[in-house]
């Protein structure tokens, strides 16, 4: 198994509300990263594990928006915060997009996702290391153990409805 490299340092790993599941799929999604870059052309295993990664971070954006972004969103002091990331899974949209549409058997597909990979492990590090420590103060133990049950419920019909339409 490729080895993931390094994860940066968040107080949110392990943490029993959304945070520690958000940074739990963080974590899986880094390592989906960094086994595809080990992969070749159009082979059966890149084809696989490109599939799953389009589907999870899709779904896990969607279900991100849902739980926590949309509330975050409707308070003006942190409204910027999630305006910021909602931006970014758009980018993340396009940019899984181009690459969806790249040969995978030409060398332009690696370069494109090397591009994909670096700007999702920025989305996810911001996210980790900034976004979520503002907008967490602004919210109370109860709207953080509400929103996980929220993330938990979209989590699977977000990836199943992004794998339908890829
Ligand atoms: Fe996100
Ligand atoms: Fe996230």
Redesign the pocket.
Known sequence: MASIGSKPVTKFRGDPAIFGT?VE??DHHRQLLAQIEQTHGASTERKQLFAELTAEIKG?AAA?EQALWSTVLRKPEITEDGRHAVAEHKEMDDLLEELAATDMATGGWLLKFKKVKEEYLHH?KE?EQELFVSVEKKLSKDDKSYMDSIFKQRKGAEKAKARKAS
């Open positions: 958000l799929d963080h896990h991100e996810i996210e």
